[in-house]
Nanobody, 121 residues
């Protein structure tokens, strides 16, 4: 079994900051890419930021310069530091990871349960 558990969401005023965390646990042999996605009400899920094992990052244009993704490979954890938050950042944020389980020959995609981020104007 593999679990991704997110934390750190909440309500914040525009211009404020939040830090999301996501810890992967279970029968994990290795993790390749990790990332954060979000789904706003009435919209499709979109990629926010991704990071490889080596630390290469990719960001959505809408969050560049405001959000920073990082990871702790020893703890199988990925973070998302969100600064200068805007009301349009309001969404459920999901953690994603490509995980190879013990006795598996390939990496599989796993998702967290989601954490709500609400930015008030």
């Amino acid at each position: 079994q593999v679990q991704l558990v997110e934390s750190g969401g909440g309500l914040v005023q525009a211009g404020g900051s939040l830090r999301l965390s996501c810890a992967a646990s279970g029968s994990i042999l290795s993790i390749s890419s990790m990332g954060w996605y979000r789904r706003a009400p009435g919209q499709q899920r979109e990629s926010v930021a991704t990071i490889t094992t080596g630390g290469s990052t990719n960001y959505a244009d809408s969050v560049k310069g405001r959000f920073t993704i990082s990871r702790d490979n020893a703890k199988n954890t990925v973070f998302l530091q969100m600064n200068t938050l805007k009301p349009e950042d309001t969404a459920v944020y999901y953690c994603n990871a490509q995980i190879r389980r013990y006795y598996s020959i390939k990496h599989e995609e796993f998702w967290g349960q989601g954490t709500q981020v609400t930015v008030s104007s």
